[in-house]
T-cell receptor
Framework: DAMVIQNPRYQVTQFGKPVTLSCSQT?????MYWYQQKSSQAPKLLFH???????NEADTPDNFQSRRPNTSFCFLDIRSPGLGDAAMYLC??????????????FGQGTRLTVV | AQTVTQSQPEMSVQEAETVTLSCTYD???????LFWYKQPPSRQMILVIR??????QNATENRFSVNFQKAAKSFSLKISDSQLGDAAMYFC???????????????FGQGTILTVHP
């Protein structure tokens, strides 16, 4: 039944050690988003893919990268995690286009701890 | 740029009672969508209700309804007959017209933690 699946649910990484978070979807949505949510704060958009087109938010650090090899999968790469990158990372999808605009569907999130 | 403001960091309600969560937003667009999302302690964000700006009628989903005041840029959520399972963080969110460059991006308010007392 799960439609947006994030793996792993919990990730512990060492300071400076590259880490990859994954997201998959069964909805065939054309847009996938990555949000960062720090404790008790609003989710903040990092970037999104519209089909294969990558769109970075202006204030997203270079330390964060993303890949979308196909419609179903999207990855978030953190090249050198710092303590300030500890957060919940939320993947979301939506279908966007003329006459078709769904709401965003979210995964359960990956909680990243940096030690 | 659009902004969304939730001025109530925390709210509480007795079970079976009614509570209203406030949200205001700022935009120069005329066509947009507004949402209320619920994020329980399990952390998965779930859509509660959506409102299209061009619709004058307030959206309703079972016990959840909104009071959408477009001129005032206000979008409050009313929860009737509150249940223990309604306890969560609630986020108000704005989405611009996806025909532009927004591609369905959401701008969230700061959130309101709702506690339901038995």
């Amino acid at each position: 039944d799960a439609m947006v699946i994030q793996n792993p649910r919990y990730q512990v990484t060492q300071f400076g050690k590259p880490v990859t978070l994954s997201c998959s979807q069964t909805l065939n949505h054309n847009v996938m988003y990555w949000y960062q949510q720090k404790s008790s704060q609003a989710p903040k958009l990092l970037f999104h893919y519209y089909d294969k087109d990558f769109n970075n938010e202006a204030d997203t650090p270079d330390n964060f990268q993303s890949r979308r090899p196909n419609t179903s999968f999207c990855f978030l790469d953190i090249r050198s995690p710092g303590l300030g990158d500890a957060a919940m990372y939320l993947c979301a999808t939506s279908k966007v286009g003329l006459g078709m605009n769904t709401e965003a569907f979210f995964g359960q999130g990956t909680r990243l701890t940096v030690v | 740029a659009q902004t969304v403001t939730q001025s109530q960091p925390e709210m509480s309600v007795q079970e079976a009672e009614t509570v209203t969560l406030s949200c205001t937003y700022d935009t120069s667009e005329s066509d947009y969508y507004l949402f209320w999302y619920k994020q329980p302690p399990s952390r998965q964000m779930i859509l509660v209700i959506r409102q299209e700006a061009y619709k004058q009628q307030n959206a309703t989903e079972n016990r959840f309804s909104v009071n959408f005041q477009k001129a005032a840029k206000s979008f409050s959520l009313k929860i009737s007959d509150s249940q223990l399972g309604d306890a969560a963080m609630y986020f108000c969110a704005y989405r611009g017209n996806a025909g532009g460059t927004s591609y369905g991006k959401l701008t969230f308010g700061q959130g309101t933690i709702l506690t339901v007392h038995p």
